[in-house]
């Protein structure tokens, strides 16, 4: 099956430092990938979708200066918090979607735990 | 725009009981439909999609949803509910985000809990 790899999995760091995610689908071309912020015991907020070559595009309320993405290939994409602050501090997990027909479904990293201190 | 309703945010069942989670979606288009779930600290695994044709899809593990128009809903159910089966549910409705890409939308999620 469709497999992702997001990587780390788990980082802690010290306030005012960046931090970069990285998300690989691993046997498959991903033209769109996603990334997700999920709060603890709540549902998945978009962030921003990420097509390969192109400008990610935000979801409202998301501030692209801070939360930095990169899509520069079909199979990676990464995510760097800028000047990351305590309330950063989130499970963040992407997904990739297979090339092919309009709503393939997601394919999920395993996440990644972002503390910051 | 494209919302997902899950009733219950905690659903409990004993081990070989029946399990019903429900969704019920709103969508002003025909809707494509998924139910994900996601265990602790992990991502989410699709568990079944809905596009179109029939109307009873099953997925994996043993799952299956039935796609209701008339009611809006897209209830997930197994028969018989294993220890495993413990995790966190989310049922999904594909939608537009912004600049009109294609984007998934989430219900809240329902935490099942097998009992022995």
């Not at chain 2, 069942?13 to 779930?37: D, H, Q």
Request: aromatic share 10%; proline share 5%.
């Amino acid at each position: 099956g469709a497999v992702v790899s997001q990587h780390p999995s788990w980082v802690i760091c010290k306030s005012g430092t960046s931090v970069k995610i990285e998300c690989r689908s691993l046997d498959f071309q991903a033209t769109t990938m996603f990334w997700y912020r999920q709060f603890p015991k709540q549902s998945l907020m978009l962030m921003a979708t990420s097509n390969e070559g192109s400008k990610a595009t935000y979801e409202q309320g998301v501030e692209k200066d801070k939360f930095l993405i990169n899509h520069a290939s079909l199979t990676l994409s990464t995510l760097t918090v800028t000047s990351a602050h305590p309330e950063d501090s989130s499970f963040y997990i992407c997904s990739a979607r297979e090339t092919g027909p309009p709503n393939q479904p997601q394919h999920f990293g395993d996440g990644t735990r972002l503390s910051i201190l | 725009a494209q919302s997902v309703t899950q009733l219950g945010s905690h659903v409990s069942v004993s081990e070989g009981a029946l399990v019903l989670l429900r969704c019920n979606y709103s969508s002003s288009v025909p809707p494509y439909l998924f139910w994900y779930v996601q265990y602790p600290n992990q991502g989410l695994q699709l568990l079944l999609k809905y596009t179109t044709g029939a109307t009873l899809v099953k997925g994996i593990n043993g799952f299956e949803a039935e796609f209701k128009k008339s009611e809006t809903s897209f209830h997930l159910t197994k028969p018989s509910a294993h220890m495993s089966d413990a995790a966190e549910y989310f049922c999904a409705v594909s939608g537009k985000g912004q600049g009109g890409s294609e984007k998934l939308v989430f219900g809240k999620g329902t935490k099942l809990t097998v009992n022995p």
